[in-house]
Each structure stands twice: as structure tokens, then as C-alpha cells.
């Protein structure tokens, strides 16, 4: 610990600090002896890019983070990005010892950073097999398949996924895995030399409203997964093509707290409406068995991770990200800069000064 008056041992971030904008910063790291109960200190080595991140880089105000009252942007070091696998530096949680690669989810959403801490329930140990932008991939996989698992109807049914990006895809490979008859995908962009790859038996190259309007009897899905999110049109179109008796699971990302529900549409169709996220103490668990299923489909691996940024260039991830386009999926960064490793003890190199 340093003493009254001295700084602390520094490390590298960057910090969102306008819309759409990083910029690279110094912030005291954090230190092994001030770890909270059961959480770990990760070493970041890679991070991947969510869709519920974009709505925070371009400005939307974080629901969770209380210290997150800037004008403009958050400025938070390492914010915002929560999938992440990292090197346990330091531990008070006696299952994930010192030196073991772990994937899961930081819970602060500031893994843009050198270093973080997390709970010791929102990680599991991922091994080393993977290099770790293509580990990143095992976060999304836990709550797609702790989502179906929520789905019993899935087994036997015709299966619908509106929006086919990093989580649509892997939606459509767990259903037709969980036993879907028939997998049907739904994009705006032409993901069709990829989409059978990951289950999908018909894709539809079309927006979500004109596919549920041109709709037959005995085309609509019994089960729907809306994977798009960010506005209240997929969730509308959702609910039109959905078959009598029918089930929605709402994924995707809400942009505001309160949207429009069709429901003079859902009460006519007798259909079962679910939504929700992994809670903490599920966490666990949902990776474990995303390993277990990533080992069984190894192949998902291969192509899941398109693009990969260095730490210094996460502006251009992000934008990448926001703009979805045909052979682009999950986009990761990494930390590619040895230098910082050097004598973690002491952090990075200085950064040039800003005047």
C-alpha cells in the first residue's frame, strides 16, 4: 500500500470522455490488499464487444453505475465493457487461485482496462486452449444457453430469431441443438453464407416488419426470440408473426425504460411473453456450461470472432460494431501491448501529456 501522500502503482484505461470518443489515461490501478470478499484481481487480456455496450458509447447514461454523472459521456476508466477474459493476479475467492485464465462478465463494465476486479460469481475458469479474443466468445454463449434453458417449448418447435449478429446466431445454433425443428433467421444484413453454419435452416434476408406481415398461417414460429433489440419495432413485429399459443422471449437490448407492447395483439394470440438476464448467482453456472458446450462444437470457435482492435484502437471497435455488415460477427479487443506487462507492479510506460 503506498503511504500518506505518495500515488499508488498506475495503469493503462481508456475512458469514453464524448459520444463515440476514447481517449487513453493513467488511473491508479487497483491493488491486491483492498480486494473486496470473494472477487478476483484480472490481468485483462481480452474483451468483447456487447450490444447492450453501443447504446452506452454513444452516450446513454448507465443504469447500474452510480458514478456515472458526467456531462457528455461517462468518463469512467474502462467503461463501458463487461465480457472479458483475464489472468487472476490476485483472489479472495479460493476457487480461481492466482495464475488462472478466467471468461465471464466484469462487473463494473470497465474491463477497458489493464486491470479489474470482479466477483468471484461472475467468472469461471476457461483454460488456456483458446487464445483470448476467441474466449470471449464463451460470455454470450452462457446467456444464450441460459435463456433456451428457460425455453422448454423449444424441443420439436419452429423456431424464429429476429436479428442474426453475434447473439442471433449463437440463439439459432442452441435451439436447433436443444431440438427446434426448424430454425428460422431474420436480417436485414445478407448473413446467408454463414447462417446454416450455426443451425439455421431458412434464412430470411428482410426487416423484421415485412417479414411477420408477408406471413402465412403455417409459417409463423411457435417460439420467437427477439435478438435485436434498441427499438420497439422488432418486439412489435415479434408478437405479429408469433403462431396462436405461441412463445416470445424479448433478448435484446432495451435503449429506454418503457416501450409500447402490442397488447390487444398478444392477448388475442393467447401467447406467453418472457424476457430477463442472467442473474449474478447464475453466472457460475451459465459458463460452466458454455464450456461444456463450446468443447462438444469447437468449430463455433473458428469463425464466432471476425474482427480484433488493440486496446488503443477500441474507438474503431466500437464503431465497427455499431454498423453491422455482411462477414462481420463478434469483434473483440485485446491487450497487444507487452510493454504494459512488463513489471505490473509499476504500470505502463507514461502516457504523452495532454495539455
Known amino acids: 500500500m503506498p503511504r500518506p501522500g505518495e500515488r499508488g502503482p498506475l ?3 481508456q475512458r469514453l470522455i464524448a459520444p463515440a470518443a476514447f481517449e487513453a489515461c493513467e488511473v491508479l490501478a487497483p491493488t491486491p490488499d483492498a480486494l473486496p470478499p470473494r472477487a478476483v484481481l484480472l490481468r485483462t487480456l481480452a474483451g468483447g464487444v456487447c450490444g447492450s455496450d ?30 472479458v ?6 483472489t479472495s475467492d479460493t476457487r480461481h487461485p492466482a495464475g488462472t485464465r478466467v471468461v465471464g462478465w466484469a462487473d463494473k463494465m470497465d474491463a477497458l482496462a489493464q486491470f479489474v476486479v470482479t466477483s468471484g460469481d461472475s467468472v469461471y475458469p476457461c483454460g488456456n486452449s483458446l487464445a483470448p479474443e476467441h474466449a470471449v466468445m464463451l460470455q454470450p454463449l452462457a446467456c444464450v444457453l441460459h435463456t433456451i434453458a428457460r425455453i422448454p417449448e423449444v424441443a420439436g418447435a419452429r423456431v424464429a430469431v429476429l436479428g442474426l449478429g453475434p447473439i442471433g446466431l449463437l440463439f439459432s445454433h442452441a435451439a436447433k441443438a436443444a431440438g427446434a425443428a426448424e430454425v428460422v433467421g431474420v436480417d436485414r444484413v445478407d448473413r446467408s453464407s454463414i447462417a446454416s453454419s450455426y443451425g439455421v435452416d431458412t434464412f430470411v434476408h428482410s426487416s423484421a416488419d415485412r417479414w411477420a406481415r408477408g406471413l402465412a398461417s403455417a409459417e409463423r414460429p411457435t417460439v420467437l426470440i427477439e435478438a435485436v433489440g434498441h427499438q420497439p419495432g422488432t418486439l412489435q413485429s415479434a408478437v405479429e408473426a408469433i403462431s396462436f399459443g405461441g412463445t416470445v422471449f424479448y433478448f435484446g437490448v432495451p435503449d429506454e425504460p418503457v416501450y409500447p407492447f402490442p397488447i390487444g395483439g398478444a392477448l388475442r394470440k393467447n401467447l406467453t411473453f418472457r424476457t430477463g438476464v442472467v442473474e449474478p448467482a447464475a453466472r457460475r453456472a451459465a459458463l460452466a456450461a458454455a464450456v461444456g458446450y463450446l468443447q462438444e462444437h469447437r468449430a463455433l470457435a473458428d469463425s464466432y470472432v471476425t474482427s480484433t482492435f488493440a486496446l488503443d484502437d477500441c474507438s474503431s471497435a466500437y464503431l ?7 462477414g462481420q460477427l463478434k469483434i473483440a479487443v485485446t491487450m497487444d501491448r507487452p510493454d504494459l506487462y512488463a513489471n505490473a507492479s509499476q504500470g505502463p510506460p507514461p502516457l504523452p501529456r495532454r495539455d
Open 320 to 326: 465497427a460494431a455499431n454498423s453491422p455488415r455482411s
Open 11 to 13: 495503469m493503462y484505461a
Open 85 to 90: 477474459v483475464g489472468e487472476v493476479v490476485a
Open 54 to 83: 453501443l447504446p452506452h458509447f454513444m452516450g446513454r447514461i448507465s443504469a447500474t453505475r452510480d458514478d456515472d454523472v458526467s456531462t457528455g459521456a461517462a468518463r469512467l476508466p474502462g467503461f463501458p465493457m463487461h465480457e
